[in-house]
């Protein structure tokens, strides 16, 4: 299923720009994306979560995208 643009958030963490929207994936997803897009840098979590979540997401589950 397509996500439309309206659903797409951006957020800044750490002063780097990130990139959430939510899905469906074998159910509600949040894809998370790490921008500018230079290689494959988006991650899947389960649920649709807030923009605080997806800050608890990247800064505990996945550590590497800050990088």
Do not use: C
């Amino acid at each position: 299923m397509a996500t439309s643009s309206d659903r797409r958030q951006l957020l800044e963490i750490d002063g780097k720009p990130f990139l959430f929207q939510h899905g469906y994936r074998f159910g509600k997803v949040t894809y998370i994306t790490r921008l500018p897009l230079l290689r494959n840098n988006t991650v899947f979590t389960d649920g649709h979560l807030s923009a605080e979540e997806v800050e608890s997401v990247v800064r505990g589950d996945n550590p590497w995208l800050l990088k």
